[in-house]
């Protein structure tokens, strides 16, 4: 790297701008709900209206007993008043460093809108049946993927033509068994004591409203305002 690539690259940067898809929305944190689930429900909805490329995906944060974060990103299976689900091997790393410590945290941001939500509380695993039920009502693809990946995701692979050799052995079997389960997979719900809002606005006065309730409890929320 040399002194002209360094610049030309910081000048890329400086000149990139974010994407909104026309006048942003305008979000008065007076008239949000008392819980943010029907909020995150509007927006996610609002969201896809907008024609956000895949607004189901989130970021996922987590880290283990060695307390060193890392994230991925997985996709939304559902929110409910139980939490955000999402499905993935519970021997994966995330899956690993969950067992270790159940703490996470979601993100999402819908960049047409400028809009970003995080999610913050206790992801706990969902029973066999309900993570089987889950897979199962996914596509053909979803479960093959699921079943290639069962024990391996975020091991050390050894060359792609296994992986290639394992999809085949997965889709033949996804095709003939569409209730197939994959041992390792299951359904997780992230039960949620802070659900933070953020609307961006024009002039940069963005808007903050964070949710938040003490860990474990099923009540009323308390609201508050953040500085951006
Ligand atoms: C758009 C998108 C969606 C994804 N959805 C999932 C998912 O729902 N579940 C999953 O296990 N991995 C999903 N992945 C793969 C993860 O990002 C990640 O690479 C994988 O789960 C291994 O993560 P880990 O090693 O941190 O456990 C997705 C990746 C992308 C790009």
């Known amino acids: 790297m040399n002194d002209d ?25 007076a008239t949000a709900p008392d819980a943010p689930l029907p909020l995150f429900r509007r927006w996610l909805r609002e969201a896809a209206e907008a024609g956000e490329p895949g607004p189901h995906t989130m970021t996922l944060a987590t880290a283990g007993a060695d307390r060193r974060p890392s994230q991925r990103t997985v996709m939304l299976h559902d929110a409910d008043e139980r939490g955000w689900h999402f499905g993935t091997h519970r021997t994966s790393r995330k899956g690993r460093e969950l067992a270790e410590n159940p703490h996470a945290s979601l993100a999402f941001h819908w960049m047409r809108e400028g809009r970003q939500v995080r999610v913050s509380g206790r992801a706990v695993e969902a029973g066999p049946e309900e993570s089987a039920a889950d897979l199962r009502g996914r596509s053909p693809a979803a479960l093959a993927a699921a079943l290639a990946g069962s024990g391996r995701q975020s091991e050390v692979l050894g060359s792609y033509e296994e992986l290639l050799r ?17 041992s390792t997979w299951a359904l997780y719900v992230l039960e949620a004591d802070e659900v933070e809002y ?23 929320w308390q609201r508050e305002l953040l500085w951006p």
């Open 5 to 29: 690539e360094d610049e030309a690259f910081r000048a890329l940067l400086r000149g990139l701008r974010v994407a909104h898809a026309g006048d942003l929305p305008v979000f008065d944190p």
């Open 166 to 182: 394992a999809f085949d052995a997965a889709y033949e079997r996804a095709g003939r068994d569409p209730d197939a389960t994959a």
């Open 198 to 220: 953020y609307q961006e606005e024009a002039r940069r006065r963005h808007v903050r409203l964070r949710y938040r309730r003490a860990p474990g409890e099923r009540g009323g």
